[in-house]
């Protein structure tokens, strides 16, 4: 089994800025990639932003410049910058996992349980 769980959800003013953290534990033999989505009320969740364990990311158009990240491999965890906050960037953001799990070398997604972000004035 391998848990996702996030952290550093809030509520900030425009302009504000963040930090979210997702850190993986559990059977983990090694973690291909993780990322964070959002899913905002009434519309579809989205990729945010995703990095791979050869060190390529990517972002969806609406955050680049102003979000970033970040992983520690060490510590199986990836961070989120979110910096310049938008009252559309308001959402429950999910980490996300790509990881070969011990037993047996499968490749499974998890998810974690999500961290609410309000951007608000």
């Known amino acids: 089994q391998v848990q996702l769980v996030e952290s550093g959800g809030g509520l900030v003013q425009p302009g504000g800025s963040l930090r979210l953290s997702c850190a993986a534990s559990?059977?983990?033999?090694?973690?291909?990639?993780m990322g964070w989505y959002r899913q905002a009320p009434g519309k579809q969740r989205e990729l945010v932003a995703k990095?791979?364990?050869?060190?390529?990311?990517n972002y969806v158009d609406s955050v680049k410049g102003r979000f970033t990240i970040s992983r520690d491999n060490a510590k199986n965890t990836v961070y989120l910058q979110m910096n310049s906050l938008k009252p559309e960037d308001t959402a429950v953001y999910y980490c996300?996992?790509?990881?070969?799990?011990?037993?047996?070398?499968?490749?499974?997604?998890?998810w974690g349980l999500g961290t609410q972000v309000t951007v608000s004035s």
């Open positions: 996300n996992a790509l990881v070969v799990v011990t037993m047996g070398g499968s490749i499974r997604n998890y």
């Open positions: 559990g059977s983990i033999f090694s973690i291909y990639a």
């Open positions: 990095s791979t364990s050869g060190g390529s990311t």
